[in-house]
């Protein structure tokens, strides 16, 4: 069928509900409705009566309890003097009976007027069919909401046996579906479960954090100066201060601010932006939860993280086991540890700590690595760890003891000053959780933000800047403390199997639609 021929169909629906609201209006119903109080919802129901008919207490004619409750039709079959139609609530499906002799004549006319789409409210007994269905026997209705665009639902079939629904046709367009997600949960319950999902997980996160002590604060999302992490940040204009603003791309820095002022153990969970490309595991709005703990380090941190994602996985989904596709990767602890220049030298098959910068960069030309324009040499050893390395870190892994250059806010490792003590925690290829022993010496930070500044004069635009304010914190004095800045989304991907993060962002950042 041609693009034109769909969208002449479309016409010819649209028009003709437009036609049924007219009716509806002149039959003196209300389109939209104000308000409805259902009694039970379509999981309630069916449990009810299953229970009903277990204790043998089901009434005359084998009726259960009288329901009212509301759903969107999505299911309809009339069969002259009776009505067939599935509606769903929130909390599942649920058939209801419609039969003339029952709800009346007037009532049953009116039932025309509906259509797949529409939000209606029913009430009456419930009863199983002889096919087996457990079913509202509708002894009257009333209309919610008319819809005037009908939801794309494939035809679905489902196995007798197994239960099991497969759906053909329909919404199959990725990008249409993210650009209206909102027609996307209406049709697909799998996708609202992963929703549900990630509301689990955040709820589970919190939870853990706070039976550890830890206090939850707010931190600016607009800011002055922007730091915390090496990115490009959205900029902006506040008016009345003639001033120029930024879109936080970390909260770390203040966090630790609040270390200095005596809370030992705080944590937000919050939306950050980065002014970078698209790609599976990056949306250029994103959340992040960040924690920091006085008197600890990285490796204290890294025992917290062990913890916090058995919590999780126990919890939420009942199983240590993260499933990506056809792969299933076992969680157990302690995590694997790999550090990041021995993995990489394994990899080259060359000592990282031995090669120049130049060698360096030529091996980044040489795997066709993008976007070396003014790349140091951290971020060299950075894109070659991420091109050679990174997609086989299928298992949990803590990536530890970066090179300096690449961690501005870490402490010098006690062991190799040329490292800093810092870990990324990987499964399945995927960078989750960001950790560091925090940088607490002022005289050093300010030496590294001005490494940063020269960097960034060198022409890498996401090196960090000079935050005075920030260092004159330190200088009050920082406790030791360990941090973690852990990327929420890529974590529900992981727990939910999904394989791009615009899978587990309700509103993804799309180009603007023609």
């Known amino acids: 069928m041609s693009e034109n021929q769909i969208t002449d169909?479309?016409?010819?629906?649209?028009?003709?509900?437009?036609?049924?609201?007219?009716?509806?209006?002149?039959?003196?119903?209300e389109p939209f409705a104000y308000n409805f109080s259902p009694t039970s919802s379509s999981a309630a129901t069916i449990k009810a009566f299953e229970a009903a008919e277990a204790a043998?207490?089901?009434?005359?004619?084998?009726?259960?309890?009288h329901v009212k409750l509301g759903?969107?039709?999505?299911?309809?079959?009339?069969?002259?003097?009776?009505?067939?139609?599935?509606?769903e609530d929130g909390?599942?499906?649920?058939?209801?009976?419609?039969?003339?002799?029952?709800?009346?004549?007037e009532s049953f006319e009116a039932l025309s007027l509906l259509d797949v789409s529409d939000w209606i409210g029913a009430e009456g007994p419930t009863f199983r069919t002889q096919t087996g269905e457990v079913t509202v026997q509708v002894e009257s209705w009333t209309l919610l909401t008319k819809s005037l665009r009908p939801l794309p639902f494939g035809k679905v079939e489902t196995d007798q046996e197994s239960g099991e629904r497969t759906v053909y046709g329909g919404f199959q367009d990725q990008e249409t579906r993210y650009r209206q997600r909102y027609a996307d949960l209406a049709v697909h319950p799998d996708v609202r479960d992963v929703f549900r999902t990630r509301s689990r997980v955040i709820s589970e996160l919190r939870r853990f954090l706070d039976e550890q002590g830890f206090l939850e604060v707010e931190t600016p999302v607009l800011q002055p100066l922007y730091g915390g992490a090496s990115a490009t940040p959205f900029v902006t204009h506040h008016e009345a201060l003639d001033q120029t603003m930024y879109l936080r791309i970390a909260d770390e820095l203040y966090l630790k601010r609040l270390i200095v002022g005596g809370l030992d153990r705080v944590y937000e969970i919050s939306k950050d932006f980065r002014n970078e490309g698209l790609s599976r595991v990056h949306n250029p709005e994103f959340t992040m939860l960040e924690w920091y703990q006085a008197f600890s380090d990285y490796e204290d941190q890294m025992d917290l993280v062990e913890r916090m994602v058995l919590h999780v996985l126990d919890t939420v989904i009942g199983e240590r086991v993260i499933r990506l596709g056809e792969q299933e990767i076992p969680v157990s602890v302690p995590f694997r540890r790999l550090g990041l220049v021995s993995g990489l030298s394994e990899a080259l098959h060359q000592d990282v700590h031995e090669m120049s910068d130049e060698e360096l960069r030529a091996k980044a030309e040489e795997f066709e690595i993008p976007d070396l324009d003014g790349a140091g040499r951290g971020k060299l050893i950075d894109k070659l760890f991420g091109e050679l390395v990174e997609p086989g870190l299928m298992e949990p892994t803590f990536v530890i003891d970066h090179p300096k250059e690449l961690s501005p806010l870490a402490k010098s490792h006690r062991g190799d000053p040329r490292l800093t003590e810092r870990f990324e925690m990987y499964i399945g290829g995927a960078e989750i959780f960001n950790a560091f022993s925090e940088l607490n010496d002022p005289i050093d930070q300010r030496e590294r933000f001005e490494a940063q500044a020269a960097m960034r004069e060198a022409g890498d635009n996401e090196a960090q800047q000079i935050d005075d304010d920030y260092i004159r914190a330190l200088e009050y004095g920082m406790p030791p403390t360990g941090g973690v800045g852990m990327g929420v989304d890529r974590f529900v991907m992981m727990l939910t199997g999904q394989t791009s993060i615009r899978d587990v962002i309700l509103f993804p950042i799309l180009r603007t639609e023609d």
């Open 71 to 87: 759903g969107r039709i999505v299911g309809w079959r009339d069969m002259g003097r009776s009505v067939f139609a599935h509606i």
């Open 56 to 65: 043998e207490s089901l009434g005359e004619n084998g009726h259960g309890t």
């Open 9 to 29: 169909d479309l016409s010819q629906v649209l028009r003709h509900r437009r036609e049924k609201l007219e009716a509806i209006v002149e039959r003196g119903m």
């Open 91 to 105: 909390h599942g499906r649920l058939q209801l009976y419609f039969r003339k002799n029952v709800v009346g004549e």
